[in-house]
């Protein structure tokens, strides 16, 4: 069975750290550009960050030098270390591919607030 679940999320103060995880089954993980996505209430899915294989990155310009994507490709697994965090981080974060070509997961909540 294709799927990702999603972790890690949870109520933070504004400047707080958290890291969330995304595990994968069912397809090969190896071969596909991973990516997490977030979305806000009332606002559209947007891309925050993503991986290749080999591991080369790129970064929302809203999210750059604050967040930081990484992969295990052995435990099929993407991370995403999240620090400094604000309160417009405050959204439902989902893992994908890059073409968003498997069943979305239920996402992992952050909220960012005082």
């Known amino acids: 069975q294709v799927q990702v679940v999603e972790s890690g999320g949870g109520l933070v103060q504004p400047g707080g750290s958290l890291r969330l995880s995304c595990a994968a089954s069912?397809?090969?993980?190896?071969?596909?550009?991973m990516v997490w996505y977030r979305q806000a209430p009332g606002k559209q899915r947007e891309l925050v960050a993503s991986i290749r294989s080999a591991g080369s990155t790129n970064y929302a310009d809203f999210v750059q030098g604050r967040f930081t994507i990484s992969r295990d490709n052995a435990k099929k697994s993407v991370y995403l270390q999240m620090n400094s965090l604000k309160p417009e981080d405050t959204a439902v974060y989902f893992c994908n591919t890059l073409r968003a070509i498997l069943p979305w997961g239920q996402g992992t909540q952050v909220t960012v607030s005082s």
């Open positions: 069912g397809f090969d993980f190896s071969l596909y550009v």
